[in-house]
T-cell receptor
Framework: AQKITQTQPGMFVQEKEAVTLDCTYD???????LFWYKQPSSGEMIFLIY??????QNATEGRYSLNFQKARKSANLVISASQLGDSAMYFC?????????????FGTGTSLTVIP | NAGVTQTPKFRVLKTGQSMTLLCAQD?????MYWYRQDPGMGLRLIHY???????AKGEVPDGYNVSRLKKQNFLLGLESAAPSQTSVYFC???????????FGDGTRLSIL
């Protein structure tokens, strides 16, 4: 079975500070991909960052970085220098190489609020 | 940059009515997906397609049908709408199974 857990339903961060959004996963697949998506209040789903299970380095995309700890099965999203526009829901997702149904497994999300 | 386009954006139906949601992508992606998003539950896969002419069931397929007659289009049908199908529906596409999925803006569907 595959499962994604996001234990922080809501987070607050001061503008210009860094914030870490937690994600743990459970899979028996030897090869898998981890993804983070942002969903602002307007509703669209925006792809942020990807980490492959065999990647040697943690993924980075601008102010987003993924703190990948394979042994702990965690894939936390780090947002540096938070901006007001970062206020949104954030979803962690995973797909294993042997996933049935080509399914992405999504977590329940973390609501991030950036405080001016 | 159109990406993934969903129509309509909003719809209200009465129980028992039928309708079709259209998803179109211009990125030449092989894989296409339909999800529903309900409060506190993240996204759940309804049906998916790995290429033109192919479809398969996802996690929550009951009450829905799909078709992919053209590579760029993926249609989601509700034959007899039920209030439990009130949700936000997202279409997505990707190059391959381990590639990021690109999402449409969603369709908010209410069934009374």
């Amino acid at each position: 079975a595959q499962k994604i857990t996001q234990t922080q339903p809501g987070m607050f961060v001061q503008e210009k500070e860094a914030v870490t959004l937690d994600c743990t996963y459970d899979t028996s697949d030897p090869s898998y991909g981890l993804f983070w998506y942002k969903q602002p209040s307007s509703g669209e789903m925006i792809f942020l960052i990807y980490q492959g299970s065999y990647d040697q380095q943690n993924a980075t995309e601008g102010r987003y970085s993924l703190n990948f700890q394979k042994a702990r099965k965690s894939a936390n999203l780090v947002i540096s220098a938070s901006q007001l526009g970062d206020s949104a829901m954030y979803f962690c997702a995973m797909r294993g190489e042997r996933s049935t149904g080509n399914q992405f497994y999504f977590g329940t999300g973390t609501s991030l609020t950036v405080i001016p | 940059n159109a990406g993934v386009t969903q129509t309509p954006k909003f719809r209200v139906l009465k129980t028992g009515q039928s309708m079709t949601l259209l998803c179109a992508q211009d990125m030449n992606h092989e894989y296409m997906y339909w999800y529903r998003q309900d409060p506190g539950m993240g996204l759940r896969l309804i049906h998916y397609s790995v290429g033109e002419g192919t479809t398969a069931k996802g996690e929550v397929p009951d009450g829905y049908n799909v078709s992919r007659l053209k590579k760029q289009n993926f249609l989601l049908g509700l034959e007899s709408a039920a209030p439990s199908q009130t949700s936000v529906y997202f279409c997505a596409s990707s190059y391959g199974p381990l590639q990021p999925q690109h999402f449409g803006d969603g369709t908010r569907l209410s069934i009374l």
